[in-house]
Each structure stands twice: as C-alpha cells, then as structure tokens.
C-alpha cells in the first residue's frame, strides 16, 4: 500500500504576523527545555498526528545551487501551514567557516518555523574558527537539543570528528550530554534520536552511543551523510537515513516530510515547491519499543597476541583529543577540545598543573625550559609557566586559532585562520610583525631554518616566511584546492630539504628557494608523514595498507623499505614516531590500534589497541616507552 500526504495548504505571510510571532515564541518556549515534566504513558506514542520537515546535506557553499535549493526550500516550508518545526541532519556547509555558517544563519532567520540542527562531519572537519562559530550563530538550537513534540522527545547532539580527517566518531563532549539527558528522561518516554551519522559499525564508537540509547525507549534514529533515503539496522536499532537537499542532476532540490501518528512514524520525500511524493518509510512505534540484541562490547583481544606490550598507566579526559602532545624528558603536556592545557610525569601518569583556555584547543603546546606555548580557539596564544601552569602572558591574535606554536629563540611563529602569520615576542607576549595573504587556514606546525618559516595551509598552498620581516618569500600552489592541501601535515627539515606530504598523495621536497625537486605518489600518503630521530629516514602511512621508508641521505631519496599493514584503509593524519632504542616506529590506526614496525624493514612487530577511536598522537618517553592518546580522550603510556 502507498501512502500519500495531502495534508498542506498554502498560508500567505502576510496574514496575521503578530499572532504568528507570537506562536513560535511560545513554541519555542515549550520545546526548550528538556527535562521530565511529568510524562505519563497513556497506551498511545504521540497523542496526536504531528508532521515536520527534515533536511540534511545541503552543503551550503559547495555547487553554486545550494543556495538556491535552500532558500527555496525554506520559502516552501513557510507555506506549509501543518509542519510544525524543522530539523536539519548536518553538513548544513561545505567547509565549516565562518563565511558560510553567516550565511546559514541570516537564510535560516527567514524561516517562520522553530528549527533544530546538529553539526556534520563537513562542518567541522574543515573549520577554520574551530568548529566555535556554529555553535555561536545557533546557540540554542544547535549542535544539541532536546524538546518534546506530542508526547516524544526529541533529543539531537553534534558529530565529529573536529577538525582533522579522520573516521567518524561522535565526540566525548556529546556522548557526556546525551548521558545527562537522558538521565531526565523518563524510562518509557518515547524518543527520536537525531545525529548527523547513521548508527553502524563503520562509526568508531557508535556501539556507546546505541549501548546508551537501548537503555531508554528510542523508536528511531534520524540522520543524512549518505545523501539518498535508506535504512540501517545496528545494534537493535533503526537509523533512517533522509536525502540530500541538493538537485544533483534534477531541476531543483528535495527534502523529506516525517508525519508521526499514534502508532507509526511515516516519511515521505517532498520536491520542494512540487509534489510530495508517496511514502518510501513506514515504521511502528511502540508504547515501550524493547530494542533486540544485547550490548555491544569492542574485543581486545588483539593485545593478548602481544604480551610483550602493556600498559603502564592510562588517563581518560572528559573530551576529545584532537592534536598532537608534546615532551621533554618526563614532562609530558597534551590539549583537549575542553579547552584544557595538561601538564603530567610521564612516567606515573600524574597530572603536575592543569590549565583552561576560553575555547577549544586542537593544538599541540611548544615546551622550553621555561614555558609552554600554546594557542586557542579563544583567539589567544597563552605562556604559562612550565612549573605551575599559571599564565604568564596572552597574545590576541584576532581570530581562533588552530595551528600549533613553534618557538626558535625569543620568538614564537604560529599561523591563524584568517590568512595571517604571527611572530610573537616569546618572553614578552608582544607582536614582533603580522604577515597577511595566506588563503585558507593553517592547522599545522610550521617548521624553520635560519632565514625562512615553512608551513602549508587548507587552500592548496605551501609558503616560505622569511624569519626577521615576516615577508612571504614564496608560494608553491598545489592548483587542486582545499580538499587536496597541505593543511595537516607538519613539514619537516632533512639534508637541507624541506618536505610536506599534502591530501592529494603527493610527497614532495622543496630546496629553500622553493624548486621542487622531488615528488613522490608511491607511498600513497595523504597527511600522515614522520622523521627518524637522526633526520636520515622518512617514513610515510599509506591510506592504503602500506607503510613507507625513504631514505633521505641518498640520490632521489630511494624507497628503503615498505611494509604491508594490517588494515585496508586508513587516512587518519598522526604523524608516525620512531621510538629510540627499540627499533620501531609507531602509526596510528583508525580504531585505536597502534601498530608497530619495524625501523629497519622487519615488518609488523606488534599491535596493541587502545579505544575504538583514531590515535591522534605519539611520543617517546626517556625509558624506552610510548605515550599515544586517541579521539575519544584516552591518553595511554605503553612499554614493551
């Protein structure tokens, strides 16, 4: 049987505007606050039919459509007098800026209906403001909710990863939410989860999450990021998975209808301003909805085929890890995305200091001997003082900051997110010179010899700065674009070379006056580049199952070994770290797992895995162990 709605009848804008106004006043009032007010089952789901619009993947700032297809879509949805509110699946934009999320906002401002979103993995995977923008346009709105419509709560939060590339996980600081809310909710109350992802293996951790939600009565989960309508089936539950808004190869784009009644929740795609077409989902919903299959729990067993490698201590943050940590001898310090600067003895695991900037941090802190450096999201660059983690001085660099401080000196080199490159006074916290005309954002940690600054950025471009005047010697373009930069590899220095691994597979050596000499597609690399200790071997991790040494001191730099990986796929961007005095050098796998292999082509020595989550980052500590840390915030010392 099909099923098709003619339910919608056209309301002129013009009619009433005080009283409508003052309806999605009290609307939103009704729909903000999220705790349990009372819910009592009465044998039915919803105690009334109910329809709403659903729109996912509409890419704002990709194809020169996307603007038109929501701004039409939106003036469709205003004519519907029945939906009763919006919600939005994510990757609302392309890249996640600051441009893009600006215009959003003053499109979604026309909308006469209350409206709901999370974020996607393109806004934020790409943000240059680090991922804080979103948040502050639609504060209230997104990347979390939770309301009641009818007798079913709604309940939506944000998706990861931030920043850097890497598999899709939801972050710590959403999982912690979704916890505390459903905490309010009572047991048998109805729920419609809402996530950009749909729930299913290929998420790292979307077994937590579904081990989360089984405890609690959800009927569906609502998502996008396939861009078609479809089904998954995990862990007992149902994600319904909603089209892109964008036309394609169509005359104009689309979006979904979702009418939920007392026992069924239907869906149907809607041509905007056309025909709502039949019914492609039906679904039951159920009094108290028993979700089949036990908890899902990850197997560790891999790390049992190693004895040899253990665990000498293990932190857990409260939020994700989304950068590289830095070490000296057994002082150890790490960020988070909760904005913390931490400071622990490598060798018990004990916190020394611990530091909270106003916003995210995705950088990785710059240790001296006196200070640690390190730059924010709040706009700030911050010293404090490497033995108590007070503040000694702040630096406002104008614009959130996510690339990581390097300091030669008395000075201290950091790129922004708004084509500026800072030099900075390193005792002082004073401005030394701003160079502008650095298109896209700079994420990485630049590298340096005596005359220049090196460092790569998330518009396809490779630049030279000279040291003293901040002058742009030169400029190398990749001629690909964003997507193919760059923007998250962390140049290094080798026999007088400067070399970059950028997203299009492409490594390349460049002289200091900027010929390039060498450039390389074999390994297969995208971010993921590393040195030796003694500068003489370049390793680089493959997206495929390859791992590659080239060896730096002779002609051509020549493959010196290659080793096959016990993955078929993995972009994650953590620069690989050779561990001194064990012959191995460390990559990072995609769910949790370091891998181990051998610094002289001996192959995979062992595995040892940590979480369900992306390693983030490595570094060898002075007694022969490892320190790596993974997304979901776990921070790890292994000896072997």
């Not at 905490?183 to 293996?201: G, I, L, M, R, Y």
């Not at 979700?291 to 932190?315: F, L, T």
């Not at 080793?563 to 796998?589: H, Q, R, S, W």
Request: charged share 20%.
């Amino acid at each position: 049987m099909q099923y098709r709605f003619n339910i919608y009848r056209n309301v002129a804008t013009s009619r009433k505007p005080l009283f409508m106004a003052l309806c999605f006043v009290f609307w939103g009032c009704m729909m903000a606050s999220c705790g349990n007010r009372g819910w009592k089952p009465n044998g039915k789901v919803a105690d009334e039919t109910f329809s709403f619009a659903w729109i996912s993947d509409n890419h704002l700032g990709s194809y020169a459509y996307a603007e038109d297809d929501l701004r039409q879509a939106i003036e469709d949805i205003n004519s519907i007098d029945s939906l009763e509110f919006v919600i939005l699946t994510g990757d609302l934009t392309e890249f996640g800026v600051t441009s893009e999320f600006a215009l959003l906002k003053q499109m979604m401002d026309s909308l006469n209906k209350q409206y709901y979103m999370v974020d996607g993995n393109h806004d934020v995977n790409w943000s240059e403001n680090g991922t804080t923008t979103f948040e502050n346009y639609f504060k209230g709105n997104a990347p979390r909710f939770c309301f009641d419509a009818h007798g079913i709560r709604f309940i939506g939060c944000g998706s990861g990863p931030m920043l850097r590339m890497g598999a899709p996980h939801i972050p710590r600081e959403e999982i912690n939410w979704l916890k505390e809310t459903l905490a309010s909710t009572h047991k048998d109350q109805p729920v419609v989860f809402v996530n950009h992802f749909p729930q299913f293996e290929e998420i790292a951790n979307s077994y937590e999450v579904t081990n989360i939600l089984k405890k609690y009565n959800v009927q569906y989960i609502l998502c996008g990021h396939f861009h078609v309508n479809s089904t998954k089936e995990y862990n007992g539950l149902t994600s319904v998975l909603g089209r892109s808004l964008l036309r394609r190869t169509d005359p104009i784009g689309g979006y979904n209808i979702v009418t939920l009644t007392a026992d069924s929740m239907y869906v149907a795609e809607r041509t905007i301003k056309g025909e709502t077409h039949p019914v492609w989902f039906r679904g039951g919903l159920q009094e108290q909805y028993v979700q089949k299959g036990d908890e899902i729990e990850i197997s560790y067993a891999i790390n049992e085929e190693y004895p040899q490698v253990k665990e000498a201590w293990r932190i857990s943050e409260v939020s994700d890890i989304a950068s590289q940590a830095s070490i000296e001898g057994n002082f150890y310090v790490y960020t988070t995305t909760g904005g913390k600067t931490v400071a622990l003895d490598a060798s018990a695991g004990e916190k020394i200091w611990e530091f909270q900037s106003g916003n995210k941090i995705f950088s990785a802190p710059f240790i001296t001997d006196k200070m640690v450096y390190v730059s924010s999201t709040d706009g700030n660059i911050y010293a404090l003082d490497r033995h108590s983690g007070s503040k000694v001085w702040e630096y406002d660099a104008g614009y959130p900051v996510v690339a990581s401080p390097l300091v030669i000196g008395d000075t201290l080199y950091v790129g922004s997110s708004n084509e500026k490159f800072h030099a900075v006074d390193a005792s002082l916290g004073r401005g030394i010179w701003v160079s502008e005309g650095y298109p896209g954002y700079m994420e990485s940690r630049p590298c340096a010899d005596e005359r220049h600054i090196y460092t790569g950025g998330w518009e396809g471009r490779f630049w030279a700065i000279n040291r003293t005047t901040g002058e742009k010697v030169w400029e190398y373009n990749i001629g690909k674009g964003r997507y193919f930069s760059p923007g998250a590899c962390w140049p290094v220095i080798a026999e007088g070379k400067i070399f970059v691994q950028s997203s299009d597979k492409v490594l390349r050596g460049y002289t200091p006056d900027g010929a390039v000499i060498w450039e390389n597609t074999s390994a297969q690399g995208r971010e993921s580049m590393g040195l030796s200790a003694d500068g003489k071997t370049l390793y680089v991790k493959g997206t495929t199952d390859t791992f590659t040494a080239f060896d730096l001191t002779k002609e051509g730099y020549p493959v010196k070994w290659e080793t096959k990986m016990p993955y078929e796929y993995n972009f994650i961007p953590t620069a690989p770290a050779e561990i001194p005095g064990k012959g191995v050098v460390l990559a990072a796998d995609t769910f949790g797992t370091v891998c181990a292999v051998g610094s002289e082509g001996e192959g995979l020595q062992w595995q040892y895995k940590i979480s369900n989550c992306a390693v983030t980052s490595f570094c060898a500590t002075p007694d022969g162990g490892a320190i790596a840390m993974t997304m979901d915030g776990k921070i790890v010392k292994l000896v072997f």
